[in-house]
């Protein structure tokens, strides 16, 4: 087993980097453990972050991890923490390569998880043509003709929200539509075409849809497609050391550091919050970072007194 760690951050996103370039500043001995499976990892480009929109998200992550190599107090490990043990002041991290690290303080980073709609072809337009976010993607597909894939409450939030992009957008629910009566004439009186049959297939070419076949024999032509997934965690460990979740699904967190329910226990990203956006988790990595380091500099100066005076 290794020395023991002042934090160990589980998820090198921009989440998980963020928090590690302030603790390798503040001059404390990190393990960023990272399965390297971020979520945005099928997409070309980055949009939306100052000094970086329309990075390959590779190339992100390699100048954040050549920047905070000049702070040598940060290791990188490729692994996937596998099970996260113990308390405040001693957890212990076991990895799927046999590793046991230990630490002070922990940090999750670990994002969230897209579970698509199971479509045919589908995966073969994600992050090429066939996105989640249009404040991600939106600008790369404005005035295209689009079909948004959704039901119920969210295709109509989310149709609402796409107009702002491009009008010529048909909703499919890909089944019963979940929609109210009100949401079903709101959407008619804007001009904006209802498919509720279930669909067989996406086409597209080299990633590239063309049109969205349905069962009942129609197609909606379009060039760019919004759909809805299902978000899960990114990993069940902050759940399994006890975690308070939200009812979404995200771990709770109990001040603006990214505090958890557990003592010692941080969290950043993706999977704190249901603004997912990569300078959303950059900036809440930042801040777990320096709740973290504010933790580590009290306990020290707690220990300091003690020792002085005895
Ligand atoms: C298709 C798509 C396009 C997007 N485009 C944009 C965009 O243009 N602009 C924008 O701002 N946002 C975009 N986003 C959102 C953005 O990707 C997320 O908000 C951001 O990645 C969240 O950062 P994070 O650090 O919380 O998590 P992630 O970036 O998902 O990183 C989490 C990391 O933790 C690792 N991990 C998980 N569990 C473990 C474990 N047990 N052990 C070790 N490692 C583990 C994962 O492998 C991963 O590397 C997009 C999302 C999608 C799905």
């Not at 590779?58 to 308390?87: C, H, K, L």
């Not at 959303?280 to 970072?289: I, V």
């Amino acid at each position: 087993m290794e020395q023991l760690l002042d934090a160990a951050v589980i998820g090198g996103g921009p989440a998980g980097l963020n928090a590690a370039l302030v603790l390798g500043r503040a001059r404390k001995n990190v393990i960023v453990i990272d399965e390297g499976l971020p979520r945005n990892r099928v997409t070309h480009e980055s949009h939306g972050f100052l000094t970086r929109d329309g990075i390959k998200p590779d190339e992100f992550r390699r100048i954040a991890v050549e920047q905070i190599g000049a702070y040598p107090s940060v290791r990188f490990a490729s692994d996937i923490a596998v099970e996260t043990t113990g308390t405040d002041g001693d957890f212990r991290i076991m990895t799927k390569r046999g590793d046991d690290y230990r630490a002070k303080k922990l940090l999750f980073a670990v994002g969230k998880k897209d579970r698509l709609p199971e479509i045919d072809g589908l995966t073969d337009v994600y992050g090429k043509s066939a996105f989640v976010c249009p404040y991600c993607d939106g600008w790369e597909l404005r005035d295209r003709p689009l079909a948004v894939i959704a039901k119920g409450e969210r295709a109509f939030h989310f149709a609402k929200t796409i107009l702002g992009w491009s009008d010529r957008i048909a909703l499919c629910t890909d089944g019963p539509d979940e929609l109210t009566d009100g949401q079903r004439e709101e959407l008619r009186v804007r001009g904006i075409p209802l498919f509720d049959a279930p669909i067989r297939r996406i086409v597209s070419e080299h990633g590239m849809v063309s049109r969205v076949e349905l069962e009942d024999g129609a197609s909606v032509s379009c060039t760019g497609i919004f759909f809805a997934p299902t978000l899960l965690p990114g990993s069940d460990l902050p759940r399994s050391l006890g975690c308070e979740l939200t009812p979404t699904g995200s771990v709770a967190v109990t001040d603006a550091l990214g505090k958890s329910s557990v003592p010692g226990v941080y969290v950043a990203g993706d999977i704190a919050t249901e603004l997912n956006q990569l300078i959303q988790a950059a900036a809440m990595g930042a801040m777990a970072g320096a709740g973290i380091n504010a933790e580590l500099l009290a306990e020290a100066w707690e220990a300091r007194g003690r020792a002085m005076s005895s």
